[in-house]
């Protein structure tokens, strides 16, 4: 949704995800996406492409881009690309092990980036938690609730003021109101769920490691709702939850990252 435009796969395949109905951001903007979709036609592909980069991209827009999706424009003081954040976004990445390809010719802090990077950590504390390794899951989860924390709630919330106030269509305006779901629901995640998981990395409430339960499976359970939440957003399929709308491949482009030697 940040990267590129959409696709005519992509688009039928939003128009029919399914929504679980339980009056979050989230749900509020994939039902405006869903009732944009139910008056498609043969122009609406072109007509959300025009909408994209007229908003990402600035086309036709000769002084500003109106909604950058970037983490520096929104971060620093001359609200420009390839500043601190950048610079932070690629050391989180290494952190985690991977990199972008030698080929690539957009700022690491592009959103898109950044909800990849989160995807590959919530794919690492579900792999972490079928495996019942303590010691992967807490780090899986600290590096994604820091990287959260410092590169996604501190500035989405304005990104997602600018969709609203420079997006011609329900379709991005939607988008812009899933996003804030994402930035609320990370939140109150990792409020919740950091005492769980250090509880299970360090002995629980029985006292013990490993596969003590009580707020073991809280957590637990936590933990595997915030891996399968990211099949919203960054182009990954996970193996949890998938909804059958979105485990079709072609809705999603590859992830970029590469892992570091």
């Not at 590169?151 to 988008?175: I, M, S």
């Amino acid at each position: 949704w940040y990267l590129y435009e959409l696709t005519d796969e992509q688009i039928e395949a939003f128009a029919h995800i399914e929504i679980d109905g339980d009056g979050t951001a989230i749900d509020e903007g994939l039902r405006a996406i869903k009732e944009y979709l139910r008056h498609r036609h043969g122009g609406t592909r072109q007509e959300l492409a025009v909408d994209y980069a007229r908003v990402f991209l600035g086309a036709g827009s000769y002084d500003r881009i109106l909604a950058p999706p970037y983490e520096s424009v929104f971060t620093s003081e001359e609200r420009i690309l390839m500043q601190d954040a950048r610079d932070g976004a690629v050391t989180y990445y290494r952190r985690g092990g991977l990199d972008l390809p030698a080929d690539n010719t957009t700022p690491e802090d592009h959103l898109g980036f950044e909800l990849q990077f989160a995807a590959v950590l919530a794919d690492r504390a579900n792999e972490a938690l079928d495996g019942d390794d303590a010691v992967s899951l807490a780090d899986a989860v600290s590096l994604a609730r820091s990287f959260f924390v410092h590169h996604q709630q501190n500035w989405l919330p304005a990104l997602c003021e600018a969709v609203d106030e420079f997006a011609k269509t329900d379709f991005y305006r939607g988008v812009a109101q899933m996003t804030r779901g994402y930035v609320e629901s990370e939140a109150a995640f990792f409020d919740e769920v950091a005492a769980d998981v250090d509880c299970r990395a360090g002995g629980g409430a029985d006292g013990r490691r490993g596969k003590g339960r009580g707020r073991h499976q809280t957590g637990a359970e936590k933990l595997f709702e915030y891996a399968s939440f990211h099949v919203l957003f960054p182009p990954k399929i996970f193996s949890v939850r998938t909804n059958a709308a979105l485990s079709a491949k072609s809705m999603y482009s590859p992830v970029h990252f590469i892992a570091l030697p």
